[in-house]
């Protein structure tokens, strides 16, 4: 079938900037695609009313408890499989202490589920779980949030391998991005409480980054939780840089701890010195 277009008409030149995403791919247009990546979930968030947020941080290698024993088949199944291999008794080994940790997977999930009923009360969205909406303990925290009938927020990002989101995630209120950049400052803007359950690189980066805006001022001081003191203070010696002067004594004071969803959630509530349920925006 011939086209009644000109040459001319069939240039990608005459092509709309907008539609020509070609163009818009272009290392020269990455400004652009940084602006459309803050301004996509911000007017998003607001057409839903969210209005403050709660961002809970933990790894995506952690199984819920019902997936324990699977998981437990296949770190055995694997270890015989590979029994050349120097590693596997580790990797093994490994795995099983992962297990471990399916009890942080149900606190997040009970976290989530008592700041959710707590706050969106209504059309009112406050204190909005957000997570970066993976499996583990991002999975978790989105899930309690769904178990009470309330949104929650899922960052996603492109990685060379795929990240699906979880399926508890609010439709939408799942967002994917390119840039960490920009999915960094969307789990700042509009963060209440910050929530660190167990996790690896991705879980300390947030960690680390978030602590130093507060330290230095850069965004104002909010609960910042870390759920499970054992393992954190095994993992870093915070008493030790303020030792060796690295850190100032009243820093220490920027993290707290706590061991269960109901101790985390007074932790936050006592932040901004609200004796109701629902803390003061």
Not at 130 to 142: D, L, R
């Amino acid at each position: 079938m011939s086209s009644d277009k000109t040459p001319q008409q069939l240039s990608n030149a005459f092509l709309l900037a907008e539609r020509d995403l070609a163009f818009l791919a272009r290392p020269e247009l990455r400004p652009i695609r940084l602006q459309l990546e803050l301004l996509k979930p911000e007017l998003i968030m607001r057409e839903h009313g969210v209005i403050s947020t709660v961002v809970v941080f933990g790894s995506a290698r952690v199984p819920a408890p019902a997936e324990v024993p699977a998981a437990l088949a296949r770190a055995d199944a694997g270890a015989v499989a590979q029994r050349e291999d120097v590693n596997a008794a580790r990797r093994r080994s490994a795995a099983r202490r992962l297990c471990d940790y399916s009890k942080w997977y149900a606190e997040a999930q009970k976290f989530s589920a008592l700041i959710s009923s707590a706050c969106q009360i209504g059309k009112e969205c406050d204190y909005v779980v957000i997570t970066g909406g993976g499996p583990g303990i991002m999975e978790a925290a989105n899930r309690g949030a769904a178990d009470v009938g309330a949104k929650s927020i899922g960052l996603n990002i492109v990685l060379p391998f795929e990240q699906r989101p979880n399926p508890y995630i609010h439709p939408s209120l799942c967002f994917n991005f390119h840039y960490f950049a920009m999915r960094k400052m969307h789990f700042l803007m509009r963060a209440k409480a910050l929530a660190f359950f167990p996790g690896g690189f991705g879980t300390l980066d947030e960690m680390f980054e978030a602590l130093t805006l507060i330290q230095t001022g850069k965004i104002e001081r909010i609960p910042c939780v870390l759920f499970g003191r054992a393992f954190w203070e095994k993992l870093l010696d915070f008493d030790f840089l303020a030792d060796e002067g690295l850190i100032s004594p009243e820093d220490l004071e920027l993290i707290e701890f706590a061991e269960t969803a109901e101790e985390g959630w007074a932790r936050i509530q006592a932040f901004f010195g609200d004796d109701r349920r629902k803390p003061r925006r």
